[in-house]
């Protein structure tokens, strides 16, 4: 296994050479956080069947020593139950649930609608041999042309921005979403976000989201792994007037973050509540 401790890892890269899909970038931090060497095999959205043999015709893939293993979350638990010597991506079933969880929120609040806000800049920032495929691929998807579902996003960024507050709450109080190192929770939430790094030819967050310090302590892991010359600036992100602040400027207390150390922490709520009018 792993001969020369050395994995083939099958990339999925835009024209300027800095991976962009969200699964592929979760996958090479997965191989990172095991302590592989990875051997890349670069390329595009088109030609995948061919580079792989036709053993896969979607990416990520890897290979272990002659054995092909293929999807994101199947790489993670292959790597855990290969290499449980090695540090663990899933180190409990707990962090399996909730990662998933979390997964299931992040894509419908923030990954599809900046898909949508960057899909005629991806296509634009491709290989000149893959546009007539992503073009056709995601107008299908969107059931309309990549310029008009971009139109507009100005308006939209900045509530794409507010909408993820929940991620902010976090990561005020931890280091990680893995807590006090990071674990595949972390890699399957920043994919995405180095994926609107490898299009955005506008800012998504802005230029003091308290994001920004997780995000960039995840890109300086493992040598840099998230510092390609490719990748664009993800900060300075501009709000019409009038439209939403992106982001909480004063922290929410509300739910698990309000907590209960006696009548003196509730007595100014419980006054409001409970004195007419």
């Known amino acids: 296994m792993a001969a020369n401790n050395t994995i083939t890892f099958y990339d999925l890269t835009m024209a300027h050479g800095a991976t962009t899909s969200p699964f592929v970038w979760a996958t090479k931090y997965a191989l990172a956080h095991k302590g592989f060497t990875i051997d890349t095999v670069p390329g595009g959205f088109t030609g995948i069947m061919e580079r792989t ?14 054995k092909w293993v293929l999807d994101s979350w199947g790489i993670v638990e292959y790597l855990d139950a290969t290499y449980p010597d090695r540090p663990m991506l899933i180190p409990h079933e707990s962090v399996a649930a909730l990662t ?18 960057f899909c ?18 995601r107008e299908k998807m969107l059931g309309m042309k990549l310029e008009d579902m971009q139109a507009g996003r100005e308006e939209r960024l900045p509530q794409i921005s507010a909408a993820i507050e929940p991620l902010r709450m976090a990561l005020r109080e931890h280091q ?90 509730t007595r100014a709520e419980t006054e409001h509540i409970t004195t007419k009018d």
């Open 100 to 117: 998933k969880a979390l997964d299931a929120w992040w894509w419908p609040t923030a990954v599809g609608p900046w898909m949508r806000c």
């Open 176 to 265: 990680w979403l893995g807590g006090s190192e990071p674990n595949y929770a972390d890699y399957r939430i920043l994919g995405p976000i180095l994926f609107l790094a490898s299009v955005g030819k506008v800012p998504a967050l802005a230029e003091d989201d308290p994001l920004r310090d997780w995000i960039e302590r995840c890109r300086d892991l493992y040598g840099g792994l998230g510092r390609h010359p490719g990748l664009m600036n993800l900060y300075g992100l501009h709000v019409p007037e009038g439209g939403p602040e992106p982001y909480m400027r004063e922290s929410w207390r509300g739910g698990i973050y309000k907590r209960n150390t006696g009548p003196a922490s």
């Open 53 to 66: 043999g036709g053993m896969t015709e979607r990416l990520p893939a890897i290979v272990d020593d002659g």
């Open 120 to 137: 005629a800049d991806y296509r634009d920032l491709c290989f000149e041999h893959d546009k007539e495929y992503v073009t056709t691929s």
